[in-house]
């Protein structure tokens, strides 16, 4: 096994002396959102990731509901995020500041809720046909049946047979969501007393399982805490390449061993090292496509037990990344990672891509899996706790 300091390949056993761990008090959780700018972070993402789907173990099988369900494309390879482009109403906002980002990350699902609730609510009064067509369209938005339901009973409840504007149906809907959300919003706690913090993530490929360890590792370790990284998505040569960067830029070691190895053995010894290393978090990567689910169970459950050979509280932190752009396919993600092997929280990614960003509200509904954080594009600073508050303005276009 091979260990990347800084972009520099050095033998594990010839390392010596690891330089010791920041003080653990410090920064608990991921920082508070607010206004001011995480530490400056401009560079891009690379892009090799996304171009290269990586070697396959053999031929993959023909599409089945579970390759459906996780996002395995017909052809390998033609997998894409959409563009991230903000609506021409809001391409010009300033994209400074956390909520300002938000909002314009969200725009693509406010435009649409807010191009119904325009259509349906100008100079109208608010009576049973305006409500069903309400309902359906909170629905189609991807925020279940649950949400639409409440706001629209709480609407029939306080203003039937009343003029209405577009913004007090916007309020009311607003605060429907975050009723919904305020449940699940829980920020990642490290416990200091588990030393390797260990965090686990999971989900399918594409999701943003990389990204997000890289941006986790750069905020915890500006936070002061000694990351490790383990590049368990041994699958794929690419996703290897783009921790290391990740590593690199977060000043943060990342452990790999060569395409195809076993991800079990590489997080047991990754373990090993952060322990020895005395590092406060140990963040695992993992691969997102197997050839079918009991290979992928097979391989999250062995990741699992042999980190309890060493930690039997380990992994303390298991993390599901869901792409929103895949809309109420992440039920079903939810489902089979959940199942599979257990999720403590979720990081629900690419919100700033999908007019599909209500589907965080139905899924809180249904699964009541805590929202860890969300992201809202590709740069270290897109990724902050959840805030439900933020959250459900930002997805109905008002101000946070
Ligand atoms: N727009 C946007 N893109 C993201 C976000 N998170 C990840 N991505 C991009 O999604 C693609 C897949 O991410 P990656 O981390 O490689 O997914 P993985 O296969 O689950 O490890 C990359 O191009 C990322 O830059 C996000 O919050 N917003
Ligand atoms: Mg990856």
Not at 138 to 149: I, K, P, Q, Y
């Amino acid at each position: 096994m091979r260990i990347w300091r800084r972009g520099v390949p050095q033998d594990l056993s010839a390392d010596g002396d690891p330089a010791p761990p920041a003080a653990a008090e410090a920064v608990p959780s991921l920082p508070a959102p607010s206004d001011e700018p995480v530490a400056a972070f401009d560079a891009a993402v690379p892009e090799a990731e996304a171009k290269d789907d990586g070697p396959h173990f053999g031929a993959l099988p023909p599409r089945t509901w579970f390759d459906r369900v996780m996002g395995v494309p017909e052809a390998p390879g033609t997998e894409r995020s959409p563009p991230v482009v903000a609506p021409a109403s809001v391409a010009g906002e300033e994209r400074r500041g956390w909520f300002g980002r938000l909002r314009v990350g969200l725009s693509r699902s406010s435009a649409r809720l807010n191009e119904g609730i325009n259509a349906i609510f100008l100079r109208r009064r608010l009576d049973d046909a305006a409500l069903e067509e309400l309902d359906e369209l909170l629905v189609a938005s991807d925020m279940g049946m649950g949400v639409a339901d409440e706001v629209v009973q709480a609407l029939r409840r306080t203003r039937f047979n009343q003029e209405v504007t577009p913004e007090e149906v916007r309020t009311a809907l607003a605060e429907e969501v975050i009723k919904l959300v305020e449940r699940v919003q829980q920020p990642l706690r490290l416990d200091p007393a588990k030393k390797p913090f260990v965090i686990l993530v999971v989900g399918v490929n594409g999701s943003g399982k990389t990204t997000t360890i890289g941006k986790l590792a750069k905020q915890y370790h500006d936070g002061g805490h000694s990351v490790v990284i383990a590049a368990g998505d041994t699958f794929r040569a690419a996703a290897v390449e783009q921790l290391q960067v990740w590593g690199e830029r977060a000043g943060c070691p990342v452990l790999t061993r060569p395409t195809g190895s076993d991800a079990a053995g590489l997080a047991y010894e990754a373990l090993e090292k952060a322990r020895d290393e005395k590092a406060d978090i140990l963040l695992i990567d993992t691969a997102g496509r197997l050839h079918n689910k009991a290979d992928l169970m097979g391989e999250l459950q062995k990741i699992v037990r042999v980190l309890k050979k060493i930690d039997a509280s380990a992994p303390h932190a298991v993390l599901l990344v869901l792409d929103a752009t895949v809309g109420q396919n992440a039920h079903a993600q939810a489902e089979i990672f959940r199942d599979m092997v257990g999720v403590t929280g979720i990081v629900m990614t690419k919100l700033d891509g999908t007019a599909k960003g209500g589907v965080l509200v139905s899924l809180a509904e249904k699964y009541g899996i805590p929202i860890n954080a969300i992201g809202i594009g590709e740069g270290v600073e897109d990724l902050r706790p959840f805030d439900a508050r933020a959250y459900a303005r930002g997805l109905v276009g008002l101000e946070a």
